[in-house]
């Protein structure tokens, strides 16, 4: 079956700019994933969804971000005013039910985003 | 605060095993045993988890020590494709979160 989706694959923009980054998570699963990884280290944890609600964003960096997920399915993770400093490749995870009790997160191929 | 320690990279041959260690010293008694991997332009991808007991399956086996402070993922016959930056994880059971470290990158040579 299809795994994890993410669009675009790569995304160039200006500082300054508003960028969407999109995930489309595996059918029917209700958890969904965002991290990010910067350039020679692991991804970090940004923000967790639990149906269309967001159930944790403690690792957004600060409130140019923000992530939406309005059907419970697919979700949009947006950047306003972009820097350069949020140039990394931006990943996205889903797991069947509540992440908890040992799930396994299945990771999509990641947004490789650089600001300029 | 690092949860797990492994080493930055570790070359293996083509064929041979790989056996990949990871210091956990601070580990709970809950606590799970995760390896992810990492391949080039890739998402991570789950390997295998444990608690206390050797775990095997079709990709690789993990042995963990009896004090549990330390454990190997063994990757039988390295390919290749295995060529890859593999992250040693502990994870609570209502953890959702993963806390990636820098992993250790494994390159396989023919």
């Known amino acids: 079956g299809a795994g994890v989706s993410q669009t675009p694959s790569n995304k160039v923009t200006e500082k300054g700019k508003y960028v969407e980054l999109r995930c489309d998570p595996i059918?029917?699963?209700?958890?969904l994933y965002w991290y990010r990884q910067s350039l020679g280290q692991g991804p970090e944890f940004l923000i967790y969804f639990q149906g269309t609600g967001a159930a944790d964003d403690s690792g957004l960096p600060n409130d140019r971000f923000f992530a939406v997920r309005p059907e419970g399915s697919v979700s949009t993770l947006k950047i306003q005013r972009t820097e350069r400093g949020d140039s990394a490749v931006y990943l996205c995870a889903s797991s069947p039910s509540t992440g908890r009790g040992l799930e396994t997160q299945y990771f999509g191929p990641g947004t490789r985003l650089l600001v300029l | 605060d690092a949860k797990t320690t492994q080493p930055t990279s570790m070359d293996c041959a083509e064929g041979r095993a790989a056996n990949l260690p990871c210091n956990h010293s601070?580990?709970?008694?809950?606590?799970?045993v995760y390896w992810y991997r990492q391949i080039h332009s890739q998402g991570p991808q789950y390997i295998i988890h444990g608690l206390k007991n050797n775990e095997t399956n079709e990709m690789a086996s993990l042995i963990i020590t009896e004090d549990r402070k330390s454990s190997t993922l063994i990757l039988p016959h390295a390919t290749l494709r295995d060529t890859a930056v593999y992250y040693c994880?502990?994870?609570?059971?209502?953890?959702?979160?993963?806390?990636f470290g820098a992993g250790t990158t494994v390159t396989v040579r023919a």
């Open positions: 994880i502990v994870r609570a059971p209502n953890d959702y979160k993963l806390s």
């Open positions: 601070t580990i709970s008694g809950n606590e799970y």
């Open positions: 059918s029917g699963h209700t958890a």
